[in-house]
């Protein structure tokens, strides 16, 4: 299978397949809903995605569909692709040719916090990472219409981590190995919320002073994505190394 794609896509194809091995190894993954997409580089607007059905731990590099903007099947597949769960997918694709790569999760932490009134709270060196870059979005009911796109995009803006009120997580980077890190980030900063309020006692919240120095911090930093993502694909080659086929 290898020989029928470019070097370029090939590689985003591995990378995209450890993406949703490292999903469901951590635990993040909801049966075989949520989606993660990468875009193909080109004029083409051309997404990898998926195969509807399979669980995460299955899926492989020779295994993802090819689609277009409007997730119509550009690669033969004996599987079929979910158009509703590239809704929230391709409405950010469309605005932010910055972004290589879109993850969505359904976490029981991140839908926890998600429901929270006052969302991410400044009690972690996580969160306050986090809080550099995390926008909201309001839920609308299952992401179906077009016309939700719009409000997604606003909502999401130039930032790179989002919490979808009463529905989960959504991160966005450059590459595959960006996006998972922010996605790590968010996810450990919401499990920390919450097993610090189960614990009943006051919440000492991070200084806004302290936050700002943090953001500017990342600012001047960058992502740590692509120092992290070799040791995190080596680990995965201990467990099970299917995904390269």
Partial sequence: ???????????????LAACYR?????????????????????????????????????????SLIRVDQECNKLSDSPHPVNPAGFVIHSAIHAVREDV???LHTH??????????????????QQSTIVLASLAYHDYEGI????DEKARLQEDLGRKSLMVLRNHGLLTVGASVADAFLAMYTLETACQIQIAAQAGGGE???????????????????????????PALLRKLDRVDPGYRE
């Fill in 1 to 15: 299978m290898k020989q029928q794609f470019s070097p370029e896509e090939w590689q985003l194809r591995v990378d």
């Fill in 22 to 62: 490292l999903v469901a190894l951590y635990g993040w993954s909801d049966l075989v809903f949520t989606h993660i997409s990468v875009r193909i580089p080109g004029p083409e607007h051309h997404f990898l995605i998926n195969p509807y059905g399979l669980m995460f731990d299955e899926i492989t590099a020779s």
């Fill in 100 to 102: 290589g790569c879109v």
């Fill in 107 to 124: 976490t029981r932490a991140g839908v926890a916090v998600s429901a929270q009134k006052e969302g991410l709270l400044p009690i972690s």
């Fill in 143 to 146: 992401a179906v219409r077009e």
């Fill in 203 to 229: 919440l000492v919240h991070v200084q806004q002073p302290i936050i700002d120095g943090v953001r500017q911090a990342l600012k001047v930093q960058g992502s740590n994505g692509a120092f992290v993502w």
